[in-house]
């Protein structure tokens, strides 16, 4: 990058802005993210504090960091500059719009990759790499924006919050989401397919008991890919829902100052923002995936809660001042990954019925939304009464 367009944000020992993301690189190298930016036309044409650089690391910083606000989350990423001040809130969103969607998403497509061999457990079904496509619904903040992604409605009435549909491919054997798309609600076209005939379950506790199922393949070597292990192997499809499970729940969960499970108020940060969130996702992965390796551990035996739990609190202590010190670090952090490790899955079941019904408050209408500013405070609404 020219001097022209460089930050004018101090520099660490290391040379690096975002000192304490620099653990990162040993998974996206700062190379990689220049001829993203370069390739999409973020360059920019003159020195600033808040470069597209500088913003796309924030932005993946957000992925990882997903119970901090975007000036936390900039803090955070940067050692302590007596007397420097913090960028305002609204110049970070400023450089996330200005930085836009499509650096993200390239970088996404140029990061993020199949990790599985086939020494991988569970990465493959004799020559086949197992994969999996499915999707899933996010509430988005409800703002006039994103009103546009629509909202689904059932027997209660209208959803609370506007939805994104995102589908996935997911490596099976690693939980990698190798690619996305996503749009609205009302977006989505896909078939229902009847699940009848075929196999039966015995079994009165399995969900689907005294049911017919169907597997529909286009594996027709009988030799080659026998009926009874790819009903077993049907089962191995469930990992993505983990994969959704530890998105949604563990990496970017709902809390008290975050109704909605996305943060962005535009359908372009909303999409930003799920492929940052897919990235930080791989960097997770990919990391308990270099883990486990040396240990031919199976990746499914580390926990995915105590493994993104230490990266972000070993993030921070990055020592980057030399190519050993990130290296001591680095396998330092992967030790204590491989530390991480769970026992083997219970043979368990789900009924479907829930816990707690729904609240009995009267339920949110168009018209309590976005209601007119108030004219009169409090106080000039009082009216005495003798």
Known sequence: MSEQGRSTLATGEDGRILDRLAGLEKVISPELVRQVLQASGRVNGRACKLTHEVTIWIVLAMGLLTHMP?????????RLR???????RSSLCTARQRLG???????????????????TPGGFYRRWRLMAFDGTVLDVPDSAANAGFGR????????????VRKTSLVELGTHIETALASGGWHDDDRARWPARCGTRFPTTQRTGHAETHRLITNLLDEAEAPARELIVLYHERWEEELVFDEQKTHQDPRRAEKPAQLRSETPEGVKQELYALSLAHFVIRALMFEAARPAKLDVDRLSFV???RILQCRLPECDSRTPASLQHWYQALLAELRSEQIGPRRNRIHPRVIK?????????QPHHRRPPPLLKTFEQCIVMKT
């Open 70 to 78: 975007i000036r936390q989350v900039f803090r955070h990423s940067r």
């Open 152 to 163: 689904s409605c059932g027997a209660r009435g209208e959803a609370a919050f506007p939805q």
């Open 101 to 119: 969607l499509e650096p993200v998403r390239a970088l996404h497509a140029a990061v993020v990759r199949p990790l599985a061999t086939p020494d």
């Open 82 to 88: 007596a007397g420097e001040k913090c960028p305002a």
């Open 356 to 364: 707690r019904k729904m609240s009995q408050w009267n339920k949110k």
């Open 306 to 308: 105590g493994c993104f």
